[in-house]
C-alpha cells in the first residue's frame, strides 16, 4: 500500500506538492521519533537490589557480577516459582544460563538476592 503522501502526488495537481512535501516531512518525523523511542531502555524492573551474604559469597565464587544479576533479574527468559522464593534466568553471551534465585520485598519495588548460580557453559 502507498503512503499517504504518495497518493496525494498521483490524485491531485502539482500545486498540491506543498502538501505532500509537508506530509512527507511528518511522516519522516514521525519514524525518527519512533525510532528513539524504541531504542530507549525500559525501566527497571527491580530498581534497588540487596545481597545476602551467602550471595555474595557465591557470586564471587562463581564470578557473577552485580550487573549480570541486574540484567537477569529486569530481563529474564524466564521466571518460576520454588520453594516460597522466585527464581529467574537468562542466557548469557557466553552459552551458559544464570540462574538467580530471589524473593521480592516492599511491594515489588526491591530484590532480595538469595543466591545465585550457572548452569552449563563458561564463566567468561
Wanted: glycine share 4%.
Amino acid at each position: 500500500m502507498l503512503p499517504l503522501a504518495h497518493i496525494y502526488l498521483k490524485t491531485y495537481s502539482p500545486n498540491r506538492l506543498t502538501i505532500a512535501h509537508i506530509l512527507l516531512t511528518i511522516q519522516s518525523r514521525n519514524k525518527e521519533s519512533a525510532n528513539a523511542t524504541s531504542e530507549r531502555k525500559p525501566p527497571l524492573a527491580y530498581p534497588r537490589i540487596e545481597y545476602d551474604d551467602h550471595a555474595r559469597e557465591r557470586m564471587q565464587q562463581r564470578r557473577v557480577s552485580a550487573r549480570q544479576i541486574a540484567r537477569t533479574l529486569n530481563n529474564p527468559d524466564r521466571v518460576f516459582p520454588s520453594r516460597g522464593a522466585l527464581v529467574a534466568e537468562r542466557r548469557t553471551d557466553a552459552g551458559n544460563t544464570l540462574r538467580v534465585i530471589y524473593v521480592e520485598r516492599e511491594g515489588g519495588s526491591t530484590v532480595y538476592v538469595i543466591t545465585v548460580y550457572r548452569m552449563g557453559g563458561s564463566t567468561r
